[in-house]
């Protein structure tokens, strides 16, 4: 008895094993779920806000240089030979223009200092510190256009497996129908009512469904792969997408500025804040500066050894001023000007492109309207002729194959409207990323 009941429970646990496990490779990601994992784990997205964190860390380090700078420097020297000095022999009551060398000094010197520098008045920190800010704000938009694209991209991509994934029904549908095609000829031909030939083409028709069902298969896995890699998720996962696809009418969409719009517009931003930064390099700097310390001099040799330590410190004021430097500045803020008048010409070409964009997006999506529509009414007209097939078949004036024939018809109109609505939805995701809306 016992025996029996442990048996049971294994079966048990097996069944439910491997209904989860069904469950698990069936398991069906809808079009958020995508984007919200790709937007949390793509490797992309992540370069782009770490290069935000660095543009903050660069701002920091800029602003850093308004602090004072404070180090501690020593050195110790010991010479094997002093340095010579030349001594006017006239000093000594000898002959002018005459000279005796002479070497003065100990060999041990050692010094340590207590240096520090303040600036005073340095015009391109200000500069350098709007410069990194703009540089931010430049990661940020990266960042966000990229999201934009990533979005985009798994749009399509997923629009592009539901397709295939139609059609891989659509050719299994086929090749039920055409199996029972060739049943009905084979029971024909065997009652001599059909030709061999008319076999051998089904069989071949077949065999062309088959090979056109696995090359489906293959792209729609490349797709789903396409996608893993996007939503940063392990290749060995198995996923699906969703068979349904909504069709609704979309309303206008007010058009605002793109990412690549406010791209061009703040490196336009960025490129005057280097032009200050160039005409203020020419202006004077002032530093605050100074250092306090020991140095040590020191002598080895008996019977007169000693080590001896003098303190000294000083402050003082530096200014500095260029005041000629080949007119290398002035080269470089030309150059500058031409940049920031390129940019103003790619910023008015950015412009007049996206309004021919969004026109042609425009267009597409009344083509692709219209096509649902004229489709819609392709599959109600498709469905009324298998009905009446249907019906004639019953009181035999049609044949089975007849039957087929206007099912066939019935799935392609329907795989039609489908490839119709997912082409309207591309248009609409292309018209929402040319108007600055796809999110």
């Not at 003098?310 to 007119?327: Q, V, W």
């Given at each position: 008895?016992?025996?029996?009941?442990?048996?049971?429970?294994?079966?048990?646990?097996?069944?439910?094993g491997?209904?989860?496990?069904?469950?698990?490779?069936?398991?069906?990601?809808?079009?958020?779920?995508?984007?919200?994992?790709a937007s949390?784990?793509?490797?992309?997205?992540?370069?782009e806000?770490?290069?935000?964190?660095?543009?903050?860390?660069?701002?920091?380090?800029?602003?850093?240089?308004?602090?004072?700078?404070?180090?501690?420097?020593?050195?110790?020297?010991?010479?094997?030979?002093?340095?010579?000095?030349?001594?006017?022999?006239?000093?000594?009551?000898?002959?002018?223009?005459?000279?005796?060398?002479?070497?003065?000094?100990?060999?041990?010197?050692?010094?340590?200092?207590?240096?520090?520098?303040?600036?005073?008045?340095?015009?391109?920190?200000?500069?350098?510190?709007?410069?990194?800010?703009?540089?931010?704000?430049?990661a940020?938009?990266?960042?966000?256009?990229?999201?934009?694209?990533?979005?985009?991209?798994?749009?399509?991509?997923?629009?592009?497996?539901q397709?295939?994934?139609?059609?891989?029904?659509?050719?299994?549908?086929?090749?039920?129908?055409?199996?029972?095609?060739?049943?009905?000829?084979?029971?024909?031909?065997?009652?001599?009512?059909?030709?061999?030939?008319?076999?051998?083409?089904?069989?071949?028709?077949?065999?062309?469904?088959?090979?056109?069902?696995?090359l489906?298969?293959?792209?729609?896995?490349?797709?789903l792969?396409?996608?893993?890699?996007m939503?940063?998720?392990?290749?060995?996962?198995?996923i699906?997408?969703?068979?349904n696809?909504?069709?609704?009418?979309?309303?206008?969409?007010?058009?605002?500025?793109?990412?690549?719009?406010?791209?061009?517009?703040?490196?336009?931003?960025?490129?005057?804040?280097?032009?200050?930064?160039?005409?203020?390099?020419?202006?004077?700097?002032?530093?605050?500066?100074?250092?306090?310390?020991?140095?040590?001099?020191?002598?080895?040799?008996?019977?007169?050894?000693?080590?001896?330590?003098?303190?000294?410190?000083?402050?003082?004021?530096?200014?500095?001023?260029?005041?000629?430097?080949?007119?290398?500045?002035?080269?470089?803020?030309?150059?500058?000007?031409?940049?920031?008048?390129?940019?103003?010409?790619?910023?008015?070409?950015?412009?007049d492109?996206?309004?021919?964009?969004?026109?042609?997006?425009?267009?597409?999506?009344?083509?692709?309207?219209?096509?649902?529509?004229?489709?819609?009414?392709?599959?109600?007209?498709?469905?009324?002729?298998?009905?009446?097939?249907?019906?004639q078949?019953?009181?035999?004036?049609?044949?089975?194959?007849d039957?087929?024939?206007?099912?066939?018809?019935?799935?392609?109109?329907?795989?039609?409207?489908?490839?119709?609505?997912?082409e309207?939805?591309?248009?609409?995701?292309?018209l929402?990323?040319?108007?600055?809306?796809?999110?």
């Amino acid at each position: 008895m016992n025996l029996l009941k442990n048996k049971i429970t294994i079966a048990l646990l097996l069944f439910l094993g491997a209904i989860v496990q069904e469950a698990q490779a069936q398991e069906i990601w809808s079009l958020d779920k995508c984007i919200e994992t790709a937007s949390v784990n793509n490797k992309k997205l992540k370069l782009e806000k770490n290069n935000i964190e660095i543009g903050k860390e660069r701002k920091s380090q800029v602003k850093s240089n308004r602090l004072p700078k404070i180090k501690i420097e020593t050195d110790y020297k010991y010479f094997i030979e002093l340095p010579y000095q030349l001594m006017p022999m006239s000093v000594f009551g000898g002959p002018e223009g005459q000279f005796k060398e002479a070497q003065f000094g100990v060999p041990h010197n050692i010094n340590a200092n207590l240096q520090f520098a303040l600036p005073l008045y340095n015009p391109q920190i200000k500069s350098n510190v709007e410069m990194a800010k703009i540089g931010i704000e430049i990661a940020e938009l990266k960042y966000q256009k990229s999201e934009e694209q990533l979005y985009f991209d798994i749009s399509n991509l997923y629009y592009n497996a539901q397709i295939l994934l139609s059609q891989l029904d659509f050719v299994e549908n086929n090749l039920e129908n055409i199996g029972k095609l060739k049943n009905n000829l084979q029971l024909l031909k065997d009652h001599q009512l059909a030709m061999a030939t008319d076999v051998d083409k089904v069989s071949l028709q077949m065999l062309q469904l088959n090979t056109k069902k696995d090359l489906i298969q293959s792209k729609y896995e490349q797709v789903l792969n396409a996608m893993k890699v996007m939503m940063g998720i392990s290749m060995d996962k198995d996923i699906s997408v969703e068979t349904n696809i909504a069709y609704k009418k979309i309303s206008n969409y007010t058009t605002r500025p793109t990412l690549d719009v406010k791209l061009v517009e703040t490196k336009d931003k960025l490129l005057k804040s280097q032009l200050t930064t160039l005409k203020k390099s020419q202006l004077p700097t002032v530093m605050l500066y100074g250092s306090y310390g020991a140095i040590g001099y020191g002598y080895d040799k008996s019977p007169n050894e000693f080590l001896n330590f003098y303190s000294m410190g000083f402050a003082g004021i530096k200014a500095s001023y260029n005041l000629f430097d080949g007119k290398a500045t002035k080269r470089k803020k030309n150059i500058k000007k031409r940049e920031i008048a390129n940019n103003a010409l790619q910023l008015e070409l950015l412009k007049d492109q996206n309004v021919l964009k969004i026109k042609n997006a425009e267009l597409k999506i009344a083509i692709a309207r219209k096509s649902v529509e004229t489709i819609q009414s392709q599959i109600d007209f498709a469905k009324s002729i298998y009905d009446k097939t249907v019906l004639q078949q019953k009181q035999g004036l049609a044949s089975t194959n007849d039957v087929l024939l206007a099912d066939n018809t019935v799935r392609q109109a329907q795989q039609d409207y489908i490839s119709a609505i997912v082409e309207y939805l591309k248009a609409d995701l292309e018209l929402k990323k040319l108007s600055g809306n796809i999110k």
